[in-house]
């Protein structure tokens, strides 16, 4: 149910029941939970790429399971993104169709997402006359603001993929046959850094928002790039900007 490909230091995870539109299955939480335990483990993967075969991108939980819900149930959907959300490795979402529900919850749970212009994001929780869960409001808050949650939510709007990249859900939005080299264009970037500075700057970015200041914000990243100043891949790109600079 879910490919696992690695290529250049980036991982990519492609749902891949499309009969179901890639909804979330137990089976399908545990292979998600698998395959990153394997690309965080592995000293070559630096950058992790989420994306679904066609038609969808991810349907969210299946509806039977939903009419059957209880605490325990829907916690362990939720896993299915929670894993990757809380992920140390930098992750992309290539939406390539419909992320409903949970599969919203998934693309919001990456650092980063590309639309194609085929996506569509789509709570449905008003629909569906269900409450929303798995951080989905917190989530989008801290993305796109509190209107575009309330359309979302609220209001039960459905975005595009232009739509959403312009409110802020997404990052890019390209042609449907432009989305993985996209995506792949951007990750490269990152994977191109060894990975503990990676992991590292993420862990950054993701604790120093709590932060009221400035000035705490400055000490807070003094100390990560006082390290970095130590370590060898440091030194050698330090050596080779100055000799790049000295040829000119």
Known sequence: ?????????????TLNNPSERNSMTAEMVAEIVGAMDAAEADPAVRVVIVTGTPPAFCAGANL???????RESLLGIYEGFLRIARSSLPTIAAVNGAAVGAGMNLALGCDLRIAAESAKFDTRFLQLGLHPGGGNTWMQLRIAGLQTTMATALFGEV?????????????????????????????????????????????????????????????FELGPQV??????????????????????
């Open 227 to 248: 390290w970095t100043t130590r370590q060898p891949w440091f030194r050698e790109r330090l050596a080779a900007l100055q000799a790049k600079i000295s040829k000119r």
């Open 159 to 219: 975005l595009s993929g232009a739509e959403a990249m312009r409110v802020g859900l997404a990052w890019k939005c390209v042609p449907d046959d432009e989305l993985l080299p996209t995506a792949r264009a951007v990750a490269a970037k990152a994977a191109a850094a060894p990975k503990e500075l990676l992991t590292l700057m993420k862990k950054t970015i993701m604790e120093i928002g709590s932060l009221p200041t400035h000035t705490e914000a400055v000490e």
């Open 64 to 70: 039977g399971n939903l009419a059957e819900a209880t």
């Open 1 to 13: 149910m879910v490919l696992y490909d690695v290529r250049e230091g980036i991982a990519t995870l």
